[in-house]
C-alpha cells in the first residue's frame, strides 16, 4: 500500500480496512483554508487509490464544531485568479467528486454551518451527537448559498426545509432531533459514543466483499441523476460487472442477530 499524504490541516489514518479522515483545525472550528481544502481532495485521491481500504470515517477534532465552512478570516484564495479558471473547492471535498465509491460514514458534532455540508452532503451514512446543529450563514453575510442546499436536495431532505435552512441564516439551526426527522442524519447518539459508533458501522461493512459494497454504492448514486429505466439498466449492468459466479462466492459469515433501530 502507497504511503498517505502528508498531512496537517486534517489526521488521516487507517485501522484494518478502514480509513479514518479527522478535519483538525479545532481552533478555527474545523472552517477549510486552502491548505484544507488541498489536503482533503489528496485524501479522497489515496483512499480511492489503495484496495486495501473498505470505508472511511469522516469526522472532525475540538469540542465545538464539525466544521463552519471556509474559513472567513482567511478568505477566498482563488478570488485572484482569471474569472474562468475560479472554481469553488465545495465541488472537490465531497468523494463523489473524486469516484470514490467506497463506504463514508460521516459523524458530525457541534456545529456544521455552510460550506460544512460539503464534506457530508456526498457522504453515505450520516451519523450524529446530541449536541449537533445545522445552519447555514450565507443570507446573514449576503452571500449566495449553492451547492450546499442543492446537495441536500439531492439527499432527499424536503424542499421547504432545505429553504428554510438557506434562507433563516444564523437565526436558525436545526437540531439533532429535527434532522433525524428531515433524513439528514439517519441516527442520533450521544457524544461520548458517537466516534465509535461511526467506526462500528464502517468496520461492519469493511468486511463484507469491497466490489460488491462499491458496485452498490455506484448504482445508486448515479441512479440520482438518471431516469429510472436508465437507472435500472445502469444498474443492472453493474451486477453483472461485480458479482461473482456463485462456484467462486466466498461462504456466508456466521449468522448474527441483527440490530434493531
Given amino acids: 500500500m ?26 478555527h472550528l474545523n472552517a477549510f483554508n486552502e491548505k484544507m481544502a488541498g489536503e482533503v481532495i489528496a485524501a479522497w485521491r489515496w ?52 469516484k470514490v465509491w467506497k463506504p463514508v460514514v460521516a459523524a458530525v458534532h ?31 453575510g449576503g452571500v449566495v448559498s449553492a451547492i450546499e442546499p442543492v446537495g441536500m436536495l439531492h439527499r432527499g431532505v424536503p ?16 437540531t439533532a432531533p429535527t434532522a433525524l426527522r428531515l433524513g439528514l442524519v439517519s441516527e442520533v447518539v450521544r457524544r461520548d459514543e458517537l466516534w465509535a459508533r461511526a467506526h462500528e458501522l464502517a468496520s461492519e461493512i469493511a468486511q463484507r466483499r469491497p466490489e460488491a459494497i462499491q458496485g452498490t454504492i455506484r448504482a445508486i448514486w448515479e441512479a440520482m441523476d438518471k431516469p429510472r429505466s436508465v437507472a435500472i439498466e445502469n444498474g443492472l449492468a453493474y ?7 456463485r462456484s467462486e462466492r466466498a461462504p456466508r459469515p456466521p449468522k ?6
Fill in 2 to 27: 502507497a504511503a498517505p499524504p502528508d498531512v496537517e490541516a486534517i489526521e488521516l489514518s487507517l485501522d484494518g480496512h478502514v480509513a479514518t479522515i479527522t478535519l483538525n483545525r479545532p481552533d
Fill in 47 to 98: 483512499i480511492r487509490s489503495e484496495d486495501g481500504i473498505h470505508a472511511v470515517v469522516l469526522r472532525a477534532n475540538g469540542e465545538r464544531a464539525f466544521c463552519t465552512g471556509i474559513d472567513i478570516k482567511e478568505g477566498v484564495w482563488w478570488e485572484g485568479e482569471n474569472i474562468w479558471n475560479q472554481v469553488d473547492p465545495g465541488a472537490l471535498l465531497g468523494p463523489k467528486q473524486h
Fill in 110 to 140: 457541534g456545529m456544521c454551518a455552510g460550506g460544512g455540508q460539503y464534506f457530508i452532503n456526498e457522504a453515505d451514512i450520516i451519523i450524529c451527537s446530541d449536541d449537533a446543529t445545522f445552519f447555514d450563514p450565507h443570507a446573514t
Fill in 159 to 174: 424542499l421547504g426545509d432545505v429553504l428554510r435552512w438557506a434562507l433563516m441564516g444564523n437565526d436558525e439551526r436545526i
Fill in 239 to 245: 451486477t453483472h460487472i461485480g458479482n461473482l459466479p
Fill in 256 to 261: 448474527r442477530e441483527p440490530r434493531l433501530r
